[in-house]
Nanobody
């Protein structure tokens, strides 16, 4: 079983940056594609970004493309989400997730393992 713990959330002004981290307990971390999802108040959980097992392929939601970057360090068993040019509409709880299906998966149902979430708040 995989356990995931997010960190790095916080309060930032619009236009600022944050880097989220997700530490995994997986025995073979490189066997999992990793993803970030977010859920804003009153909204459904939505796809943000995914990265393949080796880190060679990445996928992004249109709303964050060009602003967010997902990366991973398999030696450290950690996945990151660098968030730049943050907007108030980025405010949400951000969740790290793991899947064995593939990096191209964007629906939450494909991810069997989830972190506890970390709050990101972007002020105007």
């Amino acid at each position: 079983q995989v356990q995931l713990v997010e960190s790095g959330g916080g309060l930032v002004q619009a236009g600022g940056s944050l880097r989220l981290s997700c530490a995994a307990s997986a025995r073979t971390f490189n066997a999992y594609g990793m993803g970030w999802f977010r859920q804003a108040p009153g909204k459904e959980r939505e796809f943000v970004a995914t990265i393949s097992r080796s880190g060679s392929s990445t996928y992004y939601a249109d709303s964050v493309k060009g602003r967010f970057t997902i990366s991973r360090d398999n030696a450290k068993k950690t996945v990151y989400l660098q968030m730049n040019s943050l907007k108030p509409e980025d405010t949400a709880v951000y969740y790290c997730a793991a899947t064995t299906v593939g990096a191209g998966a964007s629906a939450a149902r494909w991810f069997g393992y989830w972190g506890q979430g970390t709050q990101v708040t972007v002020s105007s």
